[in-house]
C-alpha cells in the first residue's frame, strides 16, 4: 500500500523561498513517475513538475524557472524546492505517485 506524507509548507513573504518533501513508503519508486500537484482556494487542482523514473522533469509553464523537482530514490523522497514564490502560488501542495495522493501541505505567500 503507497502512502505519501508531504512536509514543508508554510507562510513565506513574496519572493522567499520554500523546500516541500514527499516521503514515500510501501514499495521501491525507483522505476516509477512521481509528481507534484497544487490547489489554489477556489480553483481545480493544476499539475506542477514531474519527475520521470528515467532523470527527466517536466514543469508547469506558471513555475518554470523558479521550482526545481528532485528525488532521492534512496530515500524514497520527492522533492520540490521553490524560489521567488508570488502570491499565485498560495495553494495546497500534493504529492502523486502511481495515482496515489497525500494529505497535502498548505503553502501561503503573502506579505
Known amino acids: 500500500q503507497v502512502q505519501l506524507v508531504e512536509s514543508g509548507g508554510g507562510l513565506v513573504q513574496p519572493g522567499g523561498s520554500l523546500r516541500l518533501s514527499c516521503a514515500a513508503s510501501g514499495r521501491n519508486f525507483s522505476a516509477t513517475n512521481m509528481a507534484w500537484y497544487r490547489r489554489a482556494p477556489g480553483k481545480e487542482r493544476e499539475f506542477v513538475a514531474i519527475?520521470?523514473?528515467?532523470?527527466?522533469?517536466l514543469y508547469n509553464q506558471a513555475v518554470k524557472g523558479r521550482f526545481t523537482i528532485s528525488r532521492d530514490n534512496a530515500k524514497n523522497t520527492l522533492y520540490l524546492q521553490m524560489n521567488s514564490l508570488e502570491p499565485e502560488d498560495t495553494a495546497i501542495y500534493y504529492c502523486n505517485v502511481l495515482e496515489c495522493w497525500g494529505q497535502g501541505t498548505q503553502v501561503t505567500v503573502s506579505s
Open positions: 519527475s520521470g523514473y528515467l532523470g527527466t522533469t
